[in-house]
């Protein structure tokens, strides 16, 4: 146990040193393996560079905790002259190990003599608050002193000899030189790796059970954990698992498995009980059957059997039996009841015997039985009071019973004993018989009831008058009591007095017997404003009196449909009677700005009143001015209205636009599209000129301050016809107006000039596009007459269509062309010809042919046209434009080849 002190925790564990004592003083199974060594230092050091130095190359400062390792440690180390420091020193006024951090105790001091005395000054840095150890010294080896911390002494350290993995399951133990392992429970071994264990066999499978083993080390080794289980309806003896333990012996023995057990039920007083129970009385499985006795009924549970089930309870709660008992017929009024027993026990068999108290009599069975099902073999009885019947009531009678003062107050039947009963007939009836009876026991009348008889009146009385007629009715026998005689007139009469004539109680008609007259009317009145004229034929206002009612002028009939009234039979005018109502114009007021005047308040416009009619500023009446009322009620003209002044709507002149707008400052929506004060302003198209005032304004009363302007096409220059040339104008707008178009052409042997050939027009600015045109006459070259020779042209100007011919003097032939023509080319037709000198032989013929010469020049243009006739068809056309190119022939040598 001593070793136990010699402890120290392997580095890095972290059990506590108390927990590692009590291990150890547990278990103390010790095995040495390592040890663990002292060191001291080669010089010497104070107390805190000595730990730090033990630190550094060991593990700590020693730290003794018994004296075997005192003595070790004085036996082995070698004697130093300051001695060796350990690690413990004085914190906070307690001497404590360093290494630990806990306090010396008392039994592990090992001071030496007369230590530790502190001698130095307490709390001041000389305090004896380290421990030296002396080593080897003469006196008190081994024991320790308090001295100086400051003091360089030889450090004692030592190295640990316990490691992480040096045992298994336990504790590493340090112990001098060495280490021993302390086992956990269930463990062995060197190094504690051995776990303890348990019989396997020893687990046995109960019946309708199961086992079910957990291993926490090994196959049912210690901790092993065996978890037992049973079927359904089946609970453990025992409901803890078995569990292995240190000394390889389990917990428990095994439990067996027993059927679940329900709460024993009893048999129900009244009934019985059936059981079934195939596993043990009440045990799971068990089936019971509840049956009740007669007289009883089963409660407190549904019929089916009980069952116990698996949770050990039973599947429904235990029926009860209950006796039936019948209700208790006692309570009817005066009804006696005696029964076999009492009132609360009346059960299967019990019996009922009835009676009623006196005046009354049982209504129904004497005496019943309690039957099994809770109900009585018969109807409970009643009592009912004795009576006598209902009496007859005697027709045209009354009756009236009652009972004696003396009598109780309220019985139970209409008649009862006792009762009296009085007669007494309707007016005009006389009683016979006993007009009293009372009702005897046991309920029968002292007499039978008596009768009545109408009383009669005398029919001679009934008379009937003039115009008149009677109709009687009877209600009880001919002219018997209440017999009425009802009298009517004739259409137009009416009786004197309407109600009918009565036979009375007294046997006496209640009245005369009345007369007819004639109906009369209301008397009627002349209308205001009208007359009335009545013809009255059975006195005034009487029936079939016919009255005519007319209304004067200005007045008009109202109040009734009919002019003509008569008095009816009924005694009522067919008709109400008429008024004469004034006739009376509506009001001519309303129309917006009309203002009117009128001779009459509004209510009072009647025949012959009249207004007149202005309108406010700016509109001007549309209408009559003045108005009369007329007979009928109708304005003798229609009412008039008031318009807005306004112009007429300005004329737009052709080719121009008009634009009109209203000054900003006057007012916004006018109702006519050209109120006052609307200016207007005008525009003409292109090519067109204002003829007018550009402008002018709608004034009061409604006329334009200028009539609107026109708008008239620009106008050119007229242009004339060119000399040699035509013009030919087109002309939209007028005559040489604005767009007018000339088209120019010069005439055959003319010439255009002074312009290009295309047409003029008129343009806006008015003047025309172009300059106009004109003709010259085309000039064919002047001709001289040939040497020898005459020349004779029929126009002294060479222009178109000149003839040049040709004659030589005598002696002389002309050669070439006897005839030239200026073509509207401006070309001769041909060469001017020559005069040749001619033989004498010749010279008649030429003279002969220069005799004919003038007329030859006069004929030779017609021969020329017949010959070109001739030979149109072969040679030329003469309307071709080729003609210039044949010039014509001239045949000077025969005249007959010319015809
Ligand atoms: C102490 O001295 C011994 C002997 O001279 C030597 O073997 C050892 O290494 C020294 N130890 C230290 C820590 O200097
Ligand atoms: C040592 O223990 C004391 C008192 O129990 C405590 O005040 C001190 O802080 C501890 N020192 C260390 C280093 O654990
Ligand atoms: C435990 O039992 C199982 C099955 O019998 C076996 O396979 C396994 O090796 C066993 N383990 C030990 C540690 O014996
Ligand atoms: C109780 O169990 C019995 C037998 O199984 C069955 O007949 C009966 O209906 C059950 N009763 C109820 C209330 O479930
Ligand atoms: C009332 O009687 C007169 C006379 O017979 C007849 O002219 C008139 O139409 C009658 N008026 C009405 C509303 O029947
Ligand atoms: C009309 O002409 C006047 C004066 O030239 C001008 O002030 C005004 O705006 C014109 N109104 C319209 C609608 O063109
Ligand atoms: C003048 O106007 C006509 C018709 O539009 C046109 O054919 C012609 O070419 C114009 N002449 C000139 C010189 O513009």
């Not at 730290?63 to 413990?88: F, K, T």
């Not at 059981?275 to 043990?280: D, E, T, W």
């Not at 009372?438 to 009385?461: A, F, I, L, N």
């Not at 106009?772 to 020349?791: D, T």
Request: hydrophobic share 25%.
């Amino acid at each position: 146990m001593e070793f136990c002190f010699g402890l120290f925790p392997t580095r890095g564990s972290k059990i506590s040193w108390i927990s590692q004592m009590l291990l150890c003083s547990m278990l103390c199974m010790w095995t040495t393996v390592e040890s663990w060594s002292y060191f001291y230092s080669n010089t010497t050091m104070d107390w805190e560079h000595a730990r730090s130095w033990c630190r550094k190359h060991y593990t700590d400062m020693v730290a003794i905790q018994n004296q075997d390792e005192i003595g070790h440690l004085n036996a082995w180390l070698p004697r130093q002259r300051n001695y060796y420091w350990i690690g413990i020193r004085k914190i906070n006024d307690d001497w404590t190990w360093v290494g630990t951090n806990k306090t010396l105790t008392a039994e592990a001091s090992s001071w030496a003599e007369g230590e530790p005395n502190n001698r130095k000054q307490k709390g001041s840095r000389e305090s004896e608050d380290c421990v030296e150890m002396y080593i080897k010294r003469e006196t008190q080896p081994g024991k320790w002193n308090d001295e100086r911390c400051g003091k360089k002494k030889t450090a004692l350290c030592f190295a640990a000899a316990c490691k992480n993995d040096s045992c298994g399951y336990g504790d590493c133990v340090e112990t001098i030189n060495s280490h021993t392992c302390a086992c956990f429970e269930g463990f062995y071994g060197e190094k504690c790796e051995k776990v303890v264990k348990c019989d396997k066999e020893k687990v046995t499978v109960p019946y309708k059970g199961s086992v079910k083993c957990t291993h926490k080390y090994g196959n049912f080794s210690f901790d092993s954990s065996c978890e037992y289980s049973c079927e359904e309806g089946y609970e453990l003896s025992m409901s803890r698992p078995l569990r292995c333990t240190g000394s390889k012996e389990w917990s428990d023995q095994p439990p067996t498995c027993e059927a679940v057990q329900c709460p024993e039920l009893s048999r129900p007083e009244g009934g019985s009980m059936d059981c079934f129970a195939p596993l043990g009385p009440s045990r799971y499985q068990t089936t019971c059957v509840f049956a009740c006795d007669e007289g009883f009924i089963q409660a407190g549970s549904s019929s089916d059997p009980l069952q116990c089930e698996a949770s050990g309870r039973w599947n429904a709660t235990q029926p009860s039996c209950v006796a039936i008992t019948c209700q208790n017929p006692e309570g009817a009024p005066h009804l006696i009841t005696t029964c076999s027993r009492s009132s609360s026990e009346l059960r299967l068999g019990s019996t009922c015997s009835f009676d009623c108290g006196a005046g009354f009599v049982l209504q129904g069975a004497d005496n019943v039985q309690c039957s099994g099902d809770g109900r009585w073999s018969r109807a409970i009885p009643t009592c009912k009071e004795m009576e006598c019947p209902a009496p007859e009531i005697p027709s045209s009678g009354r009756i009236f019973c009652s009972l004696p003062l003396s009598s109780s107050a309220s019985p139970e039947t209409p008649h009862p004993l006792g009762m009296v009963c009085n007669f007494t007939c309707d007016e005009g009836h006389e009683l016979e018989g006993a007009p009293s009876m009372e009702c005897d026991h046991p309920g029968q009348w002292t007499s039978s009831p008596p009768t009545c008889t109408v009383v009669k009146c005398d029919r001679e009385e009934v008379t009937v008058p003039y115009k008149g007629s009677v109709n009687c009715s009877h209600k009880y026998g001919n002219f018997s009591f209440d017999s009425s005689c009802e009298y009517s007139c004739e259409e137009g009469y009416e009786l004197s007095m309407s109600r009918p004539l009565r036979c009375t109680g007294s046997k006496e008609w209640s009245d005369q017997p009345p007369t007819c007259e004639a109906v009369q009317c209301l008397e009627l009145s002349r209308p205001e404003g009208g007359s009335m004229d009545c013809f009255a034929p059975l006195g005034p206002s009487r029936y079939q009196t016919t009255c005519v009612f007319a209304c004067d002028e200005g007045f008009v009939q109202a109040g009734s449909s009919s002019d003509t009234l008569q008095c009816e039979a009924s005694g009522r005018w067919n008709a109400t009677q008429p008024s004469c109502v004034a006739i009376t114009c509506q009001n001519p007021e309303g129309a917006p700005h009309l203002i009117n005047t009128c001779s009459s308040s509004s209510s009072e416009l009647r025949l012959g009143s009249t207004c007149s009619f202005d309108c406010g500023a700016g509109f001007v009446l549309q209408g009559a001015d003045t108005v009369q009322c007329a007979g009928d009620g109708r304005w003798s003209r229609t009412i008039p209205t008031c318009k807005e002044m306004e112009c007429p709507a300005p004329e737009i002149p052709s080719s121009g636009r008009i634009f009109c707008s209203l000054p900003l400052s006057s007012s916004a929506s006018p109702e006519t599209p050209h109120p006052l004060g609307m200016v207007c302003n005008f525009t003409c198209d292109e090519g067109h000129e204002l003829e007018g005032a550009p402008s002018m304004e709608c004034d009061h009363p409604g006329q334009w301050t200028s009539s609107p302007p026109t708008c008239t096409a620009v106008q050119c220059l007229e242009l004339t016809r060119p000399e040699g040339g035509s013009m030919d104008c087109f002309a939209p707008l007028g005559p040489s107006r604005y767009q007018t178009t000339c088209v120019f052409a010069c005439d055959e042997g003319f010439v255009q000039a002074g312009s290009s050939s295309d047409p003029l027009q008129c343009e806006a600015s008015g003047r025309w596009n172009a300059t106009q045109p004109s003709c010259v006459a085309l000039r064919c070259p002047s001709l001289e007459a040939p040497e020898n020779g005459h020349i004779n042209c029929s126009n002294s100007d060479p222009v178109f269509n000149t003839q040049c011919s040709f004659t030589c003097t005598p002696e002389y032939s002309l050669d070439g062309h006897e005839l030239l023509n200026c073509d509207r080319h401006g070309n001769w037709t041909g060469e001017r010809p020559t005069c040749q000198a001619s033989p004498s032989k010749l010279s008649a013929i030429t003279s002969g042919v220069a005799a004919g010469g003038a007329l030859l020049s006069g004929l030779s243009l017609a021969f020329w046209i017949l010959k070109r006739l001739k030979l149109r068809k072969d040679t030329f056309e003469l309307s071709s434009n080729s003609d210039i190119e044949a010039p014509p022939q001239v045949y000077k040598n025969s005249l007959d080849s010319l015809i």
